[in-house]
């Protein structure tokens, strides 16, 4: 069994905002490329809303193929609500980081653990090869980000062209954050996630170069980087195995967000979706609000350009309004639009999205809708018990897809 790495505390990252970091840009206005105050389908004040539908976002995974078929689908139902349009994951999510460290020549296996205790899927621990080391041997990627989004754009712009997709829209390429390649390994955080990060560079460095920036929007999945804030905050509340091998603090894993992020040109659009352990088999212990907060807060603070958008899952068990206080807490940039996941397909569909938009616009009032994560990821949940008599028990599939945008649709419409 692999030794558990001790944690180098003393151990900084470059800072991102040195001058002489490669990283660095100087002060800009924080105008992002999407939202301004005219131009946010749903611009308003709390408790004075405009009647006008709110903006939708799809966070990444949709159940067709290939990514033609998802932009159709999406332009037909939703186009005039959504700022972009991801294609689908073609290449897969983890699949592609899980690939890429099998074949990896540096690293052996380790051994195997669950992710949650719950069920779900067990994964492989690598750790270098003996004689080894981290900084000087260990390279990574590249995990195909580029290859199927410049694939997918073909496919994006020959629609646009076609009039099918409105000009307005971008291409969103949805990216994993650094914290997602390097959980399952046993290796001192602060020596591998510059090799980690590098590599994600290197790939939406090359995006970058191949898209038309005016098309283009890079949307960070932030997923064990905020579950495992959550898990150590709560280490009790969870039975998650896996979590006992990561190592590394809140702030030491942003840097490495905000390093890839801040190299990404100003013209190109940036989102994030912010993850939370419930999403693994929806744990008992529900999700923390304040670290999903703290999350978005600390990636602003560190971000040195503009942010579009940040999209925040709200899960069935918030269903009163203390559950939304740390909603308050949010330090957004002044044209940064805030997505809440309201919906939950399998669990009460529309009736269960009004109620918790509802309880938000206590505490906020301009706000996207979404669903809780990727539509096509959806479906590897048990629907709660009653969900048929709730609103919920809804699939996303490639018959029932349209249907689904429909929904979105509707949920937008609410006022």
């Known amino acids: 069994m692999c030794a558990r790495a001790q944690l180098p505390w003393k151990h900084v990252l470059p800072k991102i905002d040195d001058p002489s970091s490669p990283t660095y840009h100087p002060a800009k206005p924080a105008q992002g490329a999407l939202f301004s105050p005219n131009t946010a389908a749903d611009v308003s004040v709390k408790g004075e809303r405009m009647a006008s539908s709110r903006s939708i976002l799809l966070t990444g995974s949709l159940p067709l193929r290939p990514a033609g078929n998802v932009f159709a689908a999406v ?74 989004a410049i694939n997918s754009y073909k496919q994006f712009k020959a629609l646009k062209d076609a009039g099918k997709i409105p000009s307005s829209v971008r291409f969103q390429v949805t990216i994993p954050g650094p914290g997602m390649h390097i959980y399952m390994l046993q290796m001192l955080p602060l020596e591998v996630l510059p090799v980690a990060r590098a590599a994600i560079w290197s790939e939406v460095r090359e995006i970058c170069d191949a898209i038309p920036h005016e098309d283009l929007l890079i949307h960070m999945d932030i997923v064990q980087e905020s579950e495992h804030e959550e898990y150590i905050r709560r280490p009790w509340a969870f039975d998650m195995p896996i979590e006992s091998l990561v190592h590394w603090t809140h702030d030491e894993i942003m840097d490495s967000v905000a390093w890839i992020v801040n190299q990404v040109p100003f013209d190109v659009g940036l989102g994030f979706h912010i993850c939370s352990c419930w999403h693994l088999g929806r744990q008992p212990a529900g999700q923390d609000n304040n670290v999903l907060v703290d999350s978005i807060n600390l990636i602003t603070k560190k971000a040195i350009r503009p942010i579009d958008y940040f999209h925040m899952p709200i899960i069935p068990l918030h269903d009163k309004p203390s559950d939304f206080e740390p909603l308050r807490g949010l330090r957004l940039q002044p044209n940064t639009k805030l997505f809440l996941g309201v919906l939950d397909l399998l669990s009460d569909g529309f009736e269960g999205a009004k109620k918790r938009i509802a309880l938000a616009e206590n505490v906020v009032s301009d706000f996207g ?3 809780y994560c990727g539509l096509g990821r959806a479906n590897s949940s048990a629907a709660a018990p009653g969900a048929q008599r709730s609103g919920g028990g809804l699939r996303a599939t490639a018959d029932t897809i349209g249907e689904v945008l429909d929904l979105h649709r509707r949920i937008a419409d609410l006022n």
């Open 75 to 148: 332009s037909e139902h939703i186009g005039d609500l959504v700022p972009c349009i991801p294609d689908g994951e073609q290449n897969g999510w983890i699949e592609v980081i899980l690939a890429n460290h099998a074949k990896n020549e540096a690293m052996e296996v380790c051994q195997t653990i669950k992710v949650s205790a719950l069920g779900g899927n067990e994964r492989i621990i690598y750790r270098m090869k003996p004689g080894l080391k981290v900084g000087r041997d260990l390279k990574m990627g590249p995990f195909g980000y580029a290859e199927n």
């Open 369 to 371: 809708i979404a669903h």
